[in-house]
């Protein structure tokens, strides 16, 4: 597959930031996920491989329809039909998710990896209590707990999320966003998971509570040593919340490194203009127009797939896919601008 | 010559009635805004959920009646005009709402939009004519009738269904138009493209907009003049350039601290942010100033009155705390 990950193992060892190879977490491999219309398969998600570490947080940009959330629910095997995972391994402690089926699957799920939905606040069930959308989860997973220890741990479990202890009690209409969302996470983190998928978790947010929930999981990552995927689209919050990016485009992995380094350097033309597009506010500057089209996903596209809306495509873009190559010390793209050196051609 | 809308004075409280016991929410507080006829500006309304610039689009709109104060536009006040002068006020203020998903009927093909207001404001007399004032329209927002009108709004993105409103609400040709944040549930990179209609709109067609938004950033790219809400009160207004390059309220400064830079070196500035519950909130508003709970420079004074506003610098820019009484420090 020439979409392979391919990482120097040197560059890895000299990064200066995020844990040892072999602590590797997840491992995904050429993931394909594809959606049956009446006209053909849409290509969600099309061969995408990445790896998290232990204890780092990954975030995973691109636009609406990108497939970011479609690649988030294939690893927690939540695709519905029409949809389904047509290829790769999503390999989480060594265990393939894609295999895995009834009983097991629905073990690992919660246990192992969990999920802050797109919208949580309005994931929460509004008729029970918080306590007892905790309890449920917990006791489902892990049967016969006395009422006294399962309650000491919810409100630990609130105290580490930084919501009040009266929370326990309280119905999701009695809380304000922010502390919905808050409540989703002590949700996440209630089985001790090694794996939290979170879906634009801020996404309905103003920015001061916003700011307060990046800071929670922030602190929850940093004490409980969990992994985090973080879906999203605002470059501003991932600059702030994740250790590795991944900017994706039409169900690909367009360009993958450090959050420092992608934000010193873009190297793929689709990074440079998301990153070009944030408005500052800091200088007044006219606004960044970009028009064009994303290529029909149901047709496979030749060459690059990107090549309708670059302002520097080249004869080879149309010909070829450009494969992931390590360009940089751990920064990796998918571009034909770069020569193998990561010199840049025009 | 009467400003374009005047509101003086414009309370809302929510709750209250005869019949409910149960506390009231003051949605916004004696707040005055005032709009000139020409130019055409956009004004910035920004705050966080709850702090009143929905109420405030709500109470513009006419969709609620005001607890007290006015409303006045172009010298008629909203609450006296006959059915006759609504129907009029209703075309010359139009509205785009946040959710591009949500306004469509999703049985109907999108074109149903324009039909249905050339038909209430019969602004066509042929099919023709119509036809073509849709594809007016559609061309200012950079759409081609044929492409989109005879789909259902499932098959449009985002961001088309939202420039599809703002074509919608030009046709009527109004005088202002009410964005309440019509950015928000667009893409970033689609994001840029609705701005600049509206400063089009603004430069091109003399339109002004209410822009009500939580996001700071785009404030600053496109605003004219800015009020920054908090629990109902205006807590900093002035040019929306001087107010967020040199924020001066205690909340405002909080507001840009806590906005992400989009740099990994720069982490989250200033004091830890807080925030309060609603029930914190509402014991809050007896008296006083209204972010004493979160603030980190209260003083005793502010519990005692709520802080007018004080000028802190040129061009009307004013700031309601009281660290800025002239007074104050005079005493001090």
Not at chain 1, 3 to 27: F, K, N, Y
Request: net charge negative; hydrophobic share 40%.
């Amino acid at each position: 597959m020439t979409a392979a990950t391919t990482i120097d193992p040197v560059d890895t060892v000299t990064a200066s930031r995020g844990p040892a190879e072999q602590d590797t977490i997840l491992d995904i491999r050429n993931l394909q996920v594809f959606y049956a219309t009446p006209t053909g398969d849409v290509r969600a998600v099309d061969n995408v491989s990445f790896k998290v570490q232990r204890g780092e947080i990954i975030g995973l940009v691109g636009e609406s329809g990108c497939g970011k959330t479609t690649t988030a629910m294939a690893i927690l095997r939540l695709v519905q039909p029409p949809g389904r995972i047509a290829g790769g391994e999503i390999n989480l402690d060594s265990v393939n998710l894609a295999d895995l089926e009834g009983d097991d699957l629905r073990e690992t799920r919660w246990t192992k990896l969990s999920l802050i939905p797109q919208g949580a606040m309005n994931s929460l069930n509004p008729v029970m209590r918080i306590s007892s959308q905790i309890k449920d989860t917990i006791r489902t997973h892990e049967g016969r707990i006395s009422n006294r220890e399962l309650k000491e741990r919810i409100l630990q479990l609130l105290q580490l999320v930084g919501l009040p202890s009266r929370v326990y009690d309280m119905y999701p209409h009695e809380l304000s966003g922010g502390m919905k969302q808050r409540a989703c996470i002590a949700m996440a983190i209630a089985l001790d998971p090694v794996l939290v998928i979170a879906d634009e978790p801020t996404s309905a947010l103003d920015v001061v509570v916003q700011r307060v929930v990046g800071e929670t999981l922030l602190d929850v990552k940093e004490r409980l040593g969990v992994s985090m995927i973080v879906i999203g689209h605002d470059m501003g919050l991932m600059a702030q919340l994740v250790d590795r990016l991944a900017v994706m485009y039409a169900g690909r992995i367009v360009e993958f490194a450090p959050v420092e380094s992608i934000f010193n350097e873009q190297l793929h033309p689709y990074t440079q203009l998301l990153i070009e597009s944030i408005p500052s506010i800091k200088e007044k500057k006219p606004l960044k127009l970009t028009e064009g089209l994303t290529h029909d996903l149901r047709t496979h596209m030749q060459g690059c797939i990107f090549q309708l809306r670059c302002p520097h495509v080249m004869d080879i873009c149309r010909e070829e896919n450009p494969p992931m190559r390590a360009l940089r010390s751990r920064h990796e793209t998918a571009c034909h601008l770069y020569d193998d050196d990561g010199v840049r051609l025009h | 010559m009467a400003p374009l809308l005047d509101i003086k004075k414009a309370t809302k409280i929510y709750g209250g009635g005869m019949l409910s016991a149960g506390p009231v929410t003051v949605a916004l507080q004696d707040y005055d805004l005032t709009i000139e006829e020409s130019p055409a500006t956009i004004t910035t309304i920004a705050g966080e959920s709850g702090s009143g610039k929905s109420t405030l689009a709500n109470l513009v709109l006419g969709f609620t009646d005001l607890t007290s104060g006015q409303i006045i536009y172009r010298g008629r006040d909203l609450a006296e005009m006959t059915a006759q002068e609504r129907i009029g006020y209703r075309r010359e203020v139009q509205a785009v709402f946040q959710d591009p998903y949500a306004v469509y009927n999703p049985f109907y093909r999108v074109k149903h939009v324009f039909d249905l207001i050339i038909r209430n404001f019969k602004m066509a007399s042929s099919k023709a004519e119509a036809r073509e004032m849709i594809e007016n329209a559609l061309n200012v927002v950079g759409m081609r009738g044929e492409e989109v009108l005879e789909k259902y709004p499932h098959q449009l993105s985002g961001g088309q269904r939202q420039r599809m409103m703002m074509a919608r609400a030009y046709m009527l040709k109004p005088k202002l138009i009410v964005a309440d944040e019509p950015v928000s549930m667009v893409d970033a990179s689609l994001r840029a493209m609705i701005l600049d209609i509206m400063l089009r709109l603004r430069d091109e067609e003399g339109m002004s907009f209410l822009y009500i938004t939580h996001d700071l950033s785009t404030a600053y790219q496109i605003g004219d003049h800015i009020y920054l809400l908090y629990q109902g009160s205006v807590a900093e207004s002035g040019e929306a350039a001087a107010v967020i390059e040199n924020p001066k309220h205690p909340y405002v400064q909080l507001l840009l601290d806590s906005i992400p830079v989009p740099d990994p070196s720069v982490k989250w500035g200033g004091d830890e942010a807080t925030t309060i519950d609603d029930e914190e909130m509402r014991v809050s508003v007896d008296s006083g100033c209204r972010f004493y709970p979160r603030c980190t420079q209260r003083m005793d004074r502010c519990l005692e009155a709520s802080p007018v506003p004080f000028p802190v610098g040129a061009n009307n820019h004013n700031a309601s705390c009281f660290l800025y009484d002239e007074e104050e420090k005079i005493l001090a």
